[in-house]
């Protein structure tokens, strides 16, 4: 998957992707560090957070969708994942946002393809 920012234009991806990772408190990544999608446990859940789709629960079964869709995963120490939830926009979510993630806890993270 080529990187892209839901909701932005692609003129504005670099800006906007300096303004998640801002409000996130995360360094900008390279681009061959970007993250498209992560996995990661916590509560004897498995999680998933792919950029552009909502937040899964996929484990265990049945497959559970949080309100919040995915604007952008930051790797680091710990992971950050910022979504289209509270304070960005009035929408709920179970999670704070950005969710932080340590890194022990992350199973599976895939990379944008770099062109």
Known sequence: ?????PVTSEGEYEQRYVELARFAGASVPAPEA???S????????????TVGELLVRAKPTPRVQDSASVMAIFPGTPYLIVTSAQ???????SWHNPISVSV?????SVPFDVP
């Open 1 to 5: 998957m080529e990187f892209f920012l």
């Open 34 to 36: 970007r993250l498209w």
């Open 38 to 49: 992560v996995q990661w446990e916590h509560g004897g859940e498995v999680w998933e957070a």
């Open 87 to 93: 304070p960005l926009t009035s929408l709920r979510s």
């Open 104 to 108: 022990p806890q992350v199973r599976k």
